[in-house]
């Protein structure tokens, strides 16, 4: 019972830090992942979505499911991941959480990345 229990503590453990990791990457506060609510109000704006996303997560039953599904794909693709890596975030979380902010990935900003408008002139 005790090694269950020390088993459980290292995954959560595990899953924090590696959340933690994932906001910081995305120049988030990564104290942010430990507080509810505020959490997922964080993940939106990491995954560029609007802000109302929140209550429509929050409030609407079956919706928000579409709508948490919808929020991990645009932070997989956030992170320039593909498709695939977020059925894994959604499947298999406690591998594919830790791949995405311990590994190489880096989050792509809008703010950072050229206008190809200024290219077309």
């Known amino acids: ?12 453990v595990l899953m924090i830090a590696s959340q933690w990791k994932v906001f910081t990457k995305a120049g988030q506060p990564g104290w942010a992942c430990l507080v509810p609510i505020y959490n997922i109000y964080i993940m939106t704006q990491i995954a560029k979505k609007p802000g109302w996303w929140l209550a429509i997560i929050l409030l609407v039953p079956i919706v928000n499911i579409v709508f948490l599904i919808m929020l ?12 695939g890596f977020t059925i894994g975030l959604l499947l298999l979380g406690i591998v594919f959480w830790p791949i995405l902010g311990f ?12 206008n190809n408008d200024l290219l077309d002139n």
């Open 1 to 12: 019972m005790l090694l269950i229990i020390i088993i459980y503590l290292a995954i959560i």
């Open 72 to 83: 991990i794909d645009a932070i997989s693709k956030a992170f320039g991941k593909d498709t």
């Open 103 to 114: 590994g190489d990935a880096q989050y792509i900003d809008a703010k950072s990345t050229p």
